[in-house]
Nanobody, 124 residues
Framework: QVQLVESGGGLVQAGGSLRLSCAASGRTFSRYTMGWFRRAPGKEREFLASINTIGSNTYYADSVKGRFTISRDNAKNTLYLQMNSLKPEDTAVYYC?????????????????WGQGTQATVSS
């Protein structure tokens, strides 16, 4: 089973950018559909984006469409989330997750492996 470790969070001003990474252990990363989620204080976990096993198909939540970009490098066992035009309401702990389903998926229940999360804070 793959293990996931996020990095790249931090403090940024509104309008700025961050690039999150999710490093996967093991040699099976390319078999998983991957997703990004976040949890803001006092709110439930929110789906952000998903990418299929070979990176040919992506899906975004309306809240981040046009601002965030999900990508993967299977040779490096790494998932990315490029976040641009950040807003204070994007402040949250960001998680990557892996699903054995072969297509993009938005349901939290479909993801069976989760990272520990990385904090991103956007100041106004």
């Amino acid at each position: 089973q793959v293990q996931l470790v996020e990095s790249g969070g931090g403090l940024v001003q509104a309008g700025g950018s961050l690039r999150l990474s999710c490093a996967a252990s093991g040699r099976t990363f390319s078999r998983y559909t991957m997703g990004w989620f976040r949890r803001a204080p006092g709110k439930e976990r929110e789906f952000l984006a998903s990418i299929n096993t070979i990176g040919s198909n992506t899906y975004y939540a309306d809240s981040v469409k046009g601002r965030f970009t999900i990508s993967r490098d299977n040779a490096k066992n790494t998932l990315y989330l490029q976040m641009n035009s950040l807003k204070p309401e994007d402040t949250a702990v960001y998680y990557c997750a892996a699903s054995v389903r072969p297509i993009v998926v938005i349901s939290t229940a479909a993801y069976t492996v989760w990272g520990q999360g990385t904090q991103a804070t956007v100041s106004s």
